[in-house]
């Protein structure tokens, strides 16, 4: 009998052995998945810490992030506000070019430090015959016409009043691209740019139009003056020999001439001298609307007290009494106001011609702007109802007889005064003396128109 | 020279009305008797060189002074004036130019061309009486006229 089924002793063993062992094998992986279940739950618990500080991270993160965002949103909003201010500030530069570009007046700039154009406007490169930004980058000496006068001396001319009053106006001689020269106006002023550093900006006006007139009317006025001069030189001979003639009759004939006839032929001589002052002032008359005035500062009772010296020592046997009060300085053209207190004072010295002693005065009134001076005297005096008339060209209001005289000397005054912008007037008493008044402006300091 | 001059103004002027005037004036200071009165340029011109009409005269016979017209038919004072000065035979001839121009260029011009007194006639005639006859004193009586 074998016992199959029986399992030996040693059998036993075995399987009890591999039991054990496999426990052990199984107590081992016990321990393992321990050891591995530990380290996993550590590991968990490290995962949660990261988890928890990650979350942390991502608070902080987030909250960074909103402020980012927040600065972002400042700073589109300023990124919008400077993109209105920049549209605006495009749409007036856009305005200023257009200005510029559709000026009917020349603009350039010239940089200061070394004379170079930096700018020109197309009205300006028109004007000169020069094509698109042709000029720019070339010396301000291509349009400068060339004068007998040193460019030097009239640069420095020009800068001398930039840099005292910031501005210069003033007719210029320039010369186009292909040479042609013409005038223009320029009105100049000077300005600091951040990238040129100082700058001239120059407006110039095509004025050769207005030059041809000019020149033109000069002529026209010449050829009048010329005529005027021939008309009455060639209409005096003929008065000299009426009047010369007429004398010599006298001279000659007077026993074989009864007082009729010396009286007629008086009549004839003096109309003729009569005549000659006419012709004579005329002239005068004409010749002042024509002429230009040279303004400067007038020392008014120096003048007064001059001419009438002179008006004295030609009247030597009249008894004349002069008051010329303390008058202020007036501005105008000097040899024109010297016609007005010469024809005033004689004025003056003739009607009062019937008085034992002339007394004249000179004098002034201050009044604003402009000064009223007067020259009054105690002659013959007129009626105020004529007073309109006085000033009317050979308007009188007295006869030849009483007192001579063409009538064109208070005209004369009138207009020179009206050149001056000034007024006249008189009043005046019969028998009693007249006063006349004229206002010229008050000294400024020696302008020149 | 020793020779009494026969010829002492020489009047150069076209107006004859002024003429008669100025002969007049010259007549009162009795310096009348030894003027010759040309009426234009050419004939002053004629008259001073001793040619055309004037052929019988002498160069040498020259006037104590020569009033001159500026205004003047054919040849004008000034080409006159100049003609005369730039002839060494005439040129010290003394040459005072009478006219009713005032113009500046005319003035001017004159001097230039070596006129020695320039007078604007006057308009008024007892003025004119007067430069005449002071003219005629001055340059008869009172100036030394060239010694050849």
């Given amino acids: 009998m074998s016992p ?147 460019p030097e001396e009239t640069v420095n001319e020009i800068m001398e009043i930039l840099n005292k009053t910031g501005e210069w106006h003033g007719e210029v001689n320039n010369v186009k691209k292909d040479g042609t020269l013409f005038w223009c106006y320029a009105n100049v002023s000077l300005f600091d740019h951040p990238k040129y550093g100082q700058v001239l900006i120059s407006v110039h006006t095509d004025i050769t139009d207005r030059k041809r007139a000019d020149e033109a009317l000069k002529a026209a006025n010449k050829e009048l003056e010329a005529f005027s001069y021939s008309v009455s030189h060639d209409l005096r001979a003929p008065l000299r020999a009426i009047d010369g003639f007429s004398s010599a009759v006298l001279e000659d004939y007077s026993p074989r001439l009864d007082s009729e006839g010396q009286r007629y032929l008086n009549i004839i001589s003096d109309n003729a001298k009569k005549m000659g ?142 050149r001056h912008s000034g007024k006249v007037w008189a009043e005046g008493e019969v028998n009693k003396g007249a006063t006349f008044y004229f206002t010229i402006p008050q000294k400024r300091g020696g302008e020149k128109t | 020279m020793n020779n009494q001059k026969t010829l002492e103004i020489l009047l150069v002027e076209d107006n004859p009305s002024d003429v008669e005037l100025t002969l007049r004036a010259l007549r009162k200071h009795k310096l009348a008797n030894k003027v010759h009165v040309a009426k234009d340029g050419a004939e002053a011109l004629e008259y001073i060189f001793a040619n055309g009409d004037y052929s019988d005269r002498k160069i040498e016979d020259r006037p104590k002074v020569i009033f001159l017209d500026l205004k003047l038919p054919k040849v004008s004072g000034l080409e006159v004036l100049k003609k005369i000065r730039d002839d060494e035979r005439t040129k010290t001839i003394p040459v005072v130019i009478v006219t009713s121009s005032r113009e500046e260029q005319d003035i001017i011009e004159s001097y230039r061309l070596g006129v020695n007194s320039y007078i604007v006639k006057p308009v008024d005639f007892d003025n004119f009486v007067r430069a005449v006859s002071e003219l005629g004193l001055y340059w008869l009586l009172l100036n030394e006229p060239p010694t050849e």
């Fill in chain 1, 4 to 150: 199959k089924n029986i399992l030996s002793e040693d059998a036993l063993l075995n399987i009890l052995d591999d039991l054990n062992a496999s426990k052990k094998d199984i107590e081992k992986k016990n321990m393992e998945l321990e050891a591995t279940s530990k380290e996993l739950r550590a590991i968990n618990k490290k995962n949660l810490k990261l988890q928890e500080e990650l979350e942390i991270k991502i608070a902080e993160r987030t909250e960074e992030l909103n402020e980012k965002v927040q600065k972002l949103d400042k700073t589109q909003k300023s990124s919008l506000y400077m993109i209105e201010d920049l549209n605006e500030i495009q749409t007036e530069l856009r305005l200023q070019s257009e200005i510029a570009s559709n000026l009917s007046e020349g603009i350039y700039l010239i940089r200061m430090s070394d004379g170079i154009i930096v700018y020109t406007n197309p009205k300006f490169e028109e004007m000169f015959g020069y094509a698109l930004g042709e000029m720019v980058g070339k010396n301000v000496s291509i349009v400068n016409a060339p004068t007998d006068k040193d």
């Fill in chain 1, 277 to 418: 002052e006419l012709i004579d002032d005329l002239l005068a008359f004409s010749r002042l609307g024509r002429k230009e005035m040279t303004k400067s500062d007038i020392d008014m009772s120096k003048l007064a007290k001059t001419v009438f010296e002179e008006l004295k020592s030609t009247t030597p046997d009249r008894k004349l009494r002069l008051k010329v009060k303390d008058i202020p300085p007036a501005s105008g053209d000097k040899a024109m106001i010297n016609q007005v207190f010469s024809n005033l004072l004689s004025n003056a010295i003739k009607f009062t011609g019937l008085k034992d002693t002339a007394i004249i005065e000179v004098g002034s009134n201050g009044e604003g702007d402009q000064n009223v001076y007067y020259v009054k005297d105690n002659g013959a005096g007129f009626d105020m109802k004529y007073v309109d008339k006085l000033f009317g060209v050979f308007q009188r209001l007295h006869s030849a007889e009483e007192f001579e005289g063409t009538g064109v000397g208070l005209a004369l005054v009138k207009r020179i005064i009206n």
